[in-house]
């Protein structure tokens, strides 16, 4: 009960209350705020730590800057929910507001796509290698959809593309990347579109910023071939993943394309069968088989395996 009163306290003030929608509708800076509610900062900075303590809204650091999202879990997360739909839609301070926040991500959504055309034709590219992205994407999301998922973690999450199509085979997803101008891209992205069960972070792959067993399902979609330490990558994402739950990894089978490693970055030629195999073993994880798309000159594959449940583990042991 004294959680409960404590989070209608924080929340019982009309300037808390439009932060609380706002921040339903995007992730959002102080300076983002500051710049919709026309207030100083320091003034907004308290009402967000009384709402952040409050269990209210979410708090996430990503290098200098600070997003606040209005919170999904937890015991205050289906008050807040209830407070923001309680709100008029035709409220003139809720409209105000919201109209300043569309006019704040049509300029983000400038930057991002600034930024993507600085890269689009590197990745262009890249793409020519192997088969096309909708094709992979089908088979991703077909494989996916065969069991419920309430949480979706992406890692390396990049533009924020896996994210987009699978937001409606999932109850939550979360992206995590290390690059800031890829968040701000895939934020962008996912605010456009009105994805509002999408969140992205800063994270690294080897250092995930998550609990222990906390996602249904896992996807890392062209990333491996990126890592120092693929196979630390894949232990890192079986410490996230629930008993049952599965993991999707997206990379290429091994080939020979020089080319990539020494124009594109890449620090593997894609990966042996067999290898990802031990590796998904040696994390604990039961694979669960391989789909292979053939492009020209490479095909990608579409490793799966599952968490063992509990009981299975102990019966192993």
Known sequence: MDNLLSAMKAAADPTRLRLLVLCAHADLTVSDLVH???????????????????????????????????????????LAQTLVDALPEDD???LRDLARLEALMSERAR???DYFRKVAEQ??????????????????????????????LDIGTGTGRILEILADKV????????????????????????????????????HLPLGERSFDAITIHQVLHYAERPAAAIQEAARVLRPGGRLFIVDFQAHGLDILRSEHEHRWL??????????????????????RL?????????????QPQLRDRSRAA
């Open 36 to 78: 919709i509610l026309g207030q100083s900062q320091p003034r907004l900075s308290r009402h967000l730590k009384l709402l952040t303590e409050a269990g209210l809204l979410d708090r996430n650091r990503e290098g200098s800057w600070v997003y606040f999202r209005l919170t999904h879990e937890g015991a205050s997360a289906a």
């Open 92 to 94: 003139p301070t809720v």
């Open 111 to 113: 930057r991002a796509e």
């Open 123 to 152: 990745w262009d590219e890249l793409r020519a290698f192997y088969v096309h992205d909708d094709e992979v994407e089908q088979q991703l999301s077909a494989l996916i959809g065969e069991e419920k998922v309430t949480d979706l």
């Open 171 to 206: 109850e939550r997803a979360v992206g995590i990347d290390l690059s800031p101008d890829m968040l701000l891209l895939a934020r962008s992205k996912l605010e456009r579109a009105r994805l509002r069960n999408c969140v992205v972070r800063k994270g690294d792959m080897h």
């Open 270 to 291: 894609g990966f042996e069968e067999e290898k990802m195999a031990d590796w998904l073993k040696s994390a604990g994880l039961r694979p669960e088989g391989c789909r």
């Open 294 to 306: 053939k492009g020209d000159p490479l095909t990608i594959c579409i490793w799966t395996a599952r």
